[in-house]
Every structure is written in C-alpha cells, then in structure tokens.
C-alpha cells in the first residue's frame, strides 16, 4: 500500500510539473492564431522581419514600423486589421519580457503543442500497419538470434565438461594420458533417483571413448563420432524464423512454377499413346482408297476360306 502511494504521489508531482501555464497557453493561442493569419510557418520574429537573436532595441524598432504598418486608422475599412494589431502589441510584450521570451524561445526549439480538442498536446508518431510488422520482424529475429547465442554458449559448456569428465574418467584425477582406447561413463547431469524397481539410478549417463586426447561419442548402429567444440550448433542469422520463412516461400514459388510444365510434358506422352492406338492405320499401310493394306489382307482370307469350305460341300453331295 506505500508502494502506491507513493506512485501516485509521483505521478501527481510529474503531473503539476508537466502542466502548462497560463502564460504557456497564452503563447499557444497567439502562435495558432498568427499561422491562422498570417500563413502556417509565421513566428513572432518572422512577422517582425528580426532575427531570433535580435537585442530588445531591434525588436522595438521593427515594433514601431510593424505597428504603423498595420494600424487601424492607415487601414481603414480593411478586414481583420484591429486583431492583427492588437495581436502585434501582445506579442511584442511578451518578447520584452525576459522570462516570456525564453518560454517563447523553447518552444520555437522544442515544437509548439496542437489543439486536440480538450488541450494542447504534441503530436506524437503514430506508426503504420508497415512500420509495426517490420519492427516486430526485426524484434523477433533478433530476440530468437539472442536464444541461439544463449543456447550455444550452454552447449559449449556442456561439451567441454563432457569431455574433462570423460578424460577425468579414463586418465584418473592426476590426468595422465594412457595409451589405447578406453571406454567411460560420463554423467550428464541430474542426480541420482530411484527407477521403478527401486534401484538407484546415477543420473543421465552415456557411453563415451577415449582415444588419445579425442573423446567419441558412439551411436546405435556403432558408428563413432567425434565429440569436440565443434558439434555445437553456433548461431546464425539464416537460421532465425524470418530468412527460413523467405527461403520456403521462394522454394515453393519455383517448384510451383516447374510443376505445370511436367504435367503438361505428361500430357503429351499420353496423347501421342492414345493417338497411335486411334489411328486405324497404325499396323500397316495405307491404300489408295483409304482402306489399310492389314485390314484388306484379313477380308481376303476370309472370303477364301468361305469358298474353300462351298466347294467341299459340293464335292460330298
């Protein structure tokens, strides 16, 4: 509950310091209403044709000229001429303050708040659909490149205890190299635990070999594989989510772009296949009169075997 309060406190005091004062809205009136007048842009020292540095005595003389310029009775009949004038009067005064003109002079430096319906506010950035996805793309690559950096530096560590315990193993605490492979139990971690028969289990361990200042690890069909910094995955940028994204993308893009291509090889395969078998003369030659010479052949011998089968019947009546 102190925490809080004091919160608020805090935010109260930031509050009352951060609020305008009546001399602060009083030049935002005359800033809105001078760009209203006289063209967006327009300063108190623009209007007086005076450099922002002008002594006091330059901004009384260009005062005196301004004011003859725009006084009423030379302007007679002209629209808007008393609050022009009175507007240079206000504004000349607070320059002649010291205190007004160095409020005045930091917001010409640091940006004039803008009406916003209920107060005078500074316009703030407000950031496209665009901006924000690309800063999220930048954020979570970058975020998932810090995990790969955190990961590898583990992994590191890992193997280089690895292999001190596997060396530690096999060479004894005065780590004395020996000759001749020698084939050790490394603990990875964890302590010991009771399995489900009650035994005590020491934890995760491999089978790891000594050859030398080598360590191997051996898979399961024997295979032996050199345990080193190296095994470490380092990290990489084409590795995050972003460039593997664009990568699948560009892949799918060119196996869908040489996809229509052999359907379309395929299908002229098929239709010379289906073609050749269609085509009535495809087993022989053609005759003149459109017939095949393989079909007329087939007529032929039927027809001969019709008549050699009338004459046996004649021949037994």
């Known amino acids: 509950m102190r925490f809080v309060l004091v919160g608020v406190l805090l935010a109260a005091l930031a509050t009352a310091v951060l609020a305008w004062t009546k001399e602060d809205y009083e030049i935002f009136d005359l800033v809105s209403d001078l760009e209203a007048s006289e063209g967006k842009g327009t300063t108190f020292y623009s209007w007086l044709e005076v450099s922002p540095t002008a ?19 030379k302007n007679p009949g002209v629209r808007g001429v008393h609050e022009r004038f009175a507007r240079l009067g ?13 409020r005045y002079d930091f917001f010409c430096k640091n940006g004039v708040p803008k009406w916003r319906g209920t107060g005078y506010y500074y316009t703030r ?25 955190v990961n590898y530096s583990r992994d590191l560590n890992r193997i280089r205890q690895t292999i001190c315990d596997a060396k530690l193993s096999a060479w004894g605490p005065k780590m004395v190299q020996s000759g001749g492979k020698r084939k050790v139990k490394v603990n990875l971690g964890g302590g010991p635990r009771m399995d489900e028969d009650g035994r005590t289990v020491p934890g995760k361990v491999i089978d790891v070999i000594v050859d030398g200042d080598a360590v191997y690890i051996q898979d399961c069909s ?6 080193n910094e190296k095994t ?12 593997t994204l664009l990568r699948r993308v560009f892949r799918l893009a060119i196996e869908g772009k040489s996809e229509p291509a052999r359907i379309e090889g ?11 078998g269609a085509n009535p003369a495809a087993g ?10 393989a079909g007329a052949q087939k007529r032929g011998m039927r027809a001969a075997a019709v008549k050699a089968g009338s004459r046996r019947k004649a021949a037994r009546k």
């Open 55 to 73: 002594p006091l005595a330059q901004i009384n003389k260009a005062y005196r000229k301004k004011s003859i310029e725009l006084h009423p009775d």
């Open 90 to 102: 206000v504004i000349v005064n607070i320059l002649r303050s010291p205190e007004g003109r160095a």
């Open 125 to 149: 950035f407000r950031p496209g659909l665009g901006t924000v996805l690309i800063f999220l793309t930048l954020l979570t690559t970058g975020l998932q490149y810090l995990v790969q950096m």
């Open 222 to 227: 024997g295979e032996l594989h050199e345990l």
């Open 232 to 243: 470490a995955t380092p990290p990489a940028f084409a590795r995050t989510w972003f460039p």
């Open 266 to 276: 395929e299908g002229d395969e098929q239709g010379e296949d289906s073609d050749y």
């Open 284 to 293: 022989g030659t053609t005759a003149p009169n459109g017939t095949s010479e």
